[in-house]
């Protein structure tokens, strides 16, 4: 299927039982409707809110990109603006809509070694290391942290993501999304709302689903002498 802005919001129309498509102008942008009418408005006053709620929602992979920050201020001075808690201030990427991790990040487990039997717990300086703090700086969006600048490798979602890259389940989600909102806009009952909710949280729910389990990297839950022994 085509994804374009107004094939999304004619999915949401048409989901709320409304006769009356958006005509494409070509481009299928909803910018570009002339002449508008009541629904090409309203689709153009919620697409990017509710485009940008939907990427928000999970770390999806054909959303995802890891980029290296650029350094705004190294934080060596304890009488800083942030104290001594973060040694870094980077810039947040001007396409990100939403931060997850350093990529060098092992999240909270680490493999264990010869002498353990199972997968141990980070130390608790090896969690500080990769965690970051979003923070606002002069109106400005920054990203605190304890990762040096040659380390600093951001993983994120991004919020200028194709149409095309979209899965269909994660389209559909984001169609239902879409029509709550229209729905508010042309007075529809209540119930019509929070069925599009319900279906928007259903849809999304499998399209999350789907997406882990393509992405899947399952790590082992043994050491590395246990998995030796059974030929792992």
Same mark, same amino acid.
């Given at each position: 299927m085509t994804r374009t802005e107004v094939v999304i919001a004619n999915m949401a129309l048409r989901r709320l039982g409304h006769a009356i498509d958006i005509t494409d102008p070509g481009s299928g942008l909803l910018s570009g409707v002339t002449p508008t009418t009541p629904e090409s408005?309203?689709?153009s006053f919620w697409y990017a809110k509710k485009l940008a709620e939907t990427l928000e929602d999970y770390a999806w992979s054909f959303?995802?990109?890891?980029?290296?920050?650029?350094?705004?201020?190294?934080?060596?001075?304890?009488?800083?603006?942030?104290?001594?808690?973060?040694?870094?201030a980077y810039a947040y990427p001007t396409d990100c809509a939403? &931060? %997850?991790? @350093?990529?060098?990040?092992?999240?909270?487990?680490?493999?264990? $070694?010869w002498a353990g039997s199972s997968w141990l717990p980070l130390a608790w300086q090896g969690q500080r290391r990769f965690a970051f703090q979003v923070a606002d700086l002069a109106d400005t969006k920054i990203i605190l942290a304890n990762v040096p600048p040659t380390e600093a490798h951001l993983q994120y979602t991004r919020s200028d993501v194709p149409l095309a890259s979209f899965t269909e389940l994660a389209t559909s989600g984001? &169609? %239902?999304? @879409?029509?709550?909102?229209?729905?508010?806009?042309?007075?529809? $009952?209540?119930d019509v709302v929070e069925s599009a909710v319900i279906e928007y949280r259903r849809a999304i729910a499998m399209a999350?689903?789907?997406?882990?389990?393509e992405d899947l990297n399952r790590p082992p839950q043994d050491g590395t002498l246990v998995r030796s022994h059974r030929g792992a």
């Open positions: 408005r309203a689709a959303a995802r990109k890891v980029a290296t920050l650029t350094l705004e201020d190294s934080l060596q001075d304890a009488t800083d603006l942030w104290g001594a808690e973060w040694g870094y939403r &931060a %997850w991790r @350093f990529s060098e990040d092992q999240g909270q487990w680490q493999g264990g $070694g984001l &169609a %239902w999304n @879409f029509a709550a909102e229209l729905a508010r806009s042309f007075n529809k $009952g209540g999350r689903a789907q997406n882990a389990n």
